[in-house]
């Protein structure tokens, strides 16, 4: 990367993830995956951050967020990433199904397809996080069409990093991801139906209160009793209000209506267990087997036998 723009770019975010209450770690250069550079930065809280409690964050060389129509959301994402940093496990999650799962090896931003179809490619992982050091994983490959591509402000990471994740935990939901030890990369399609043009909002599955709170409980049970030894995760992380079709308010919300109940320790916008929540863990070990499950390939056992008549 030219040392100039370098420099440029360097500076330009540095102010941003400043006001964002971040700091830039490192910049070095990269490439996407047809070869053209990129500026890869970690962020932290703090200069001695350690690496589990960073930020990748990788840009094309030459993009220029300080445009209008960028820097809002450039700004959002920053902000959101400083709150998601003080989770135990920043890079973790929970789906609705029950399985705890971590983000990472995406190489941004997106390139188009080599395979003729008119479509905007991301490749990443997706890893089982049950706190016993579990090998399953699935490398994705997630699309978006062209007509999709229009409502996205850049094919960059902060302008699309949170609806990819969440079509990717909406795909485990449906069984339609297989968490394997070792295998091919599996397609994860994000279309039009995923975003609604009339709201300008994005859509992934329909809950109601019940299942929100349902959520809530699971995910302070994974993230801070399991994987994040009883420290606090943030409540109301407008990634999971996407992913769950709700706002960051009524999370809050469902939060304190779930400390009442003594299924979580509250101090803010931030939750960690309770010894009742904590009993709850066979219930939960039990929703991973069965979403694990769910993941599995079905066959049938007629033709498997070879009890067909082809």
Do not use: C
């Not at 350690?50 to 960028?70: M, V, Y």
């Not at 998601?84 to 999650?93: K, S, T, V």
């Amino acid at each position: 990367m030219p040392t100039q723009f370098e420099s440029a770019l360097t500076a330009m975010l540095e102010t941003a993830a400043r006001e964002a209450g971040l700091a830039v770690l490192t910049a070095e250069a990269g490439t996407d995956f047809n070869h053209h550079p990129t500026a890869k930065f970690r962020l932290g809280l703090t200069a001695d951050a350690t690496p589990e409690k960073t930020l990748q964050l990788e840009l094309s060389e030459a993009f220029d967020f300080r445009k209008p129509e960028l820097l809002p959301e450039m700004t959002s994402y920053l902000r959101e990433a400083a709150h998601r940093l003080r989770n135990p496990r920043p890079d973790a999650y929970v789906t609705l199904a029950g399985l705890p799962v971590s983000f990472g090896g995406f190489g941004w931003p997106f390139h188009r397809s080599n395979s003729g179809a008119d479509t905007y490619i991301v490749h990443g992982g997706v890893h089982l996080q049950d706190g016993e050091a579990s090998p399953l994983h699935a490398k994705v490959s997630a699309s978006m069409t062209v007509t999709f591509a229009e409502i996205v402000a850049a094919p960059e990471q902060p302008y699309a990093e949170t609806f990819i994740y969440n079509a990717i935990r909406k795909t485990l939901d449906q069984g339609q991801l297989e968490m394997l030890k070792s295998g091919n990369r599996q397609p994860v399609p994000v279309t039009t139906r995923y975003y609604s043009r009339w709201q300008k909002k994005f859509f992934f599955t329909d809950t109601t209160d019940e299942s929100r709170m349902d959520f809530l409980t699971l995910k302070v049970y994974w993230l801070s009793g399991v994987l994040g030894g009883n420290q606090p995760v943030w409540i109301s992380d407008p990634r999971d209000a996407q992913y769950l079709n709700t706002t960051s308010e009524e999370l809050a919300r469902m939060a304190a209506d779930l400390s009442r109940q003594g299924l979580l320790s509250l101090a803010g916008d931030a939750a960690k267990t309770t010894l009742t929540l904590m009993a709850r863990a066979e219930q939960y070990h039990a929703m991973l087997t069965n979403a694990l499950a769910a993941t599995k390939p079905e066959f049938n056992e007629e033709m498997r036998h070879g009890h067909t008549n082809m």
